[in-house]
């Protein structure tokens, strides 16, 4: 019976979403609620944020920065009324696993920012579930890029750009800003003419290095892949070049911009 139930609770995990009739599994595990569930017995006092946007930011919902045949990729971007001259931008990353989790979770910080005179970019990326390993990485830096072509716009200072991220987001901000200037993980059919380089890099909790004495990603249970195997398509054994390169510390150098990193009191978010 516990069996069974297991296997449901799978089944209700990963769904089958549609936007405008595109198609596509969905692991919808990691939420605003099921993580302030999770949180909230440890610490009662806690409530959630939500993303109330107020009348001094307009916001752009949904708009499509790429397309993969009859996929559509999003950001939102949400604007500061009273800006008189191009803003510096912040693209946030959501966390998840690379699997879970969604733009709209990164919503109340990017309000918050925006309130605060910087034009913010919530981005959609691919998770696991749909694309593996390197397909979120080139979402963002497609999307980083379109951003620049959209600055006139949107009040966005195109030499004036950051990107941040949380966790798993975290991980994919500070690989894309490390390798800003290099052609890796850059799909060229889109937006040629522009560089995917930020100015500025924030990492929340996120891993620098997989294959790390302090990093617990890739731990894999009988049955249960960890959240970077099943990012990748297969474990740090079979694919070790992949686990390299996708580990940002592989990759700064003088290019690398200005860094605040930002961690919590888990040593495995420190690794690197």
Known sequence: MKQLSSILTILTLILSTSIKGQEFPVDSSFTLYSAYKK??????????????IPK???TYKNIVYASYGSRDMHVDIYKPNSQSK?????????????????????APMAIYLAERGFVTATVEYRLSPEAKYPAGVTDIKTSIR??????????INASKIGIAG????????????????????????????????????VNIDGVLAFLHPLSSEGID???????????????????????EEASALNHVDHNTPPTLFINSQHPRFHAG
């Open 221 to 243: 249970k009988p049955g249960k892949p960890s959240a970077a195997t099943r990012w990748f398509g297969s474990n740090k054994k079979e694919s070790k070049p992949l686990w």
């Open 146 to 155: 379109w951003l620049k072509k959209s600055s006139t716009k949107f009040g």
């Open 56 to 58: 001094t930011v307009t």
């Open 86 to 106: 191009p803003a510096p931008c912040i693209i946030l990353i959501h966390g998840g696993g690379w699997s879970s989790g969604n733009k709209n979770m990164e």
């Open 166 to 201: 949380t966790s798993a987001g975290g991980q994919l901000a500070s690989l894309i800003a490390t390798t800003g200037k290099s052609d890796l993980f850059v799909d060229k059919t889109f937006y040629p003419e522009y560089s995917c380089e930020v100015q500025t890099l």
């Open 39 to 52: 949180e909230l017995k440890y610490y009662p006092f806690i409530k959630p944020v939500y993303s109330n």
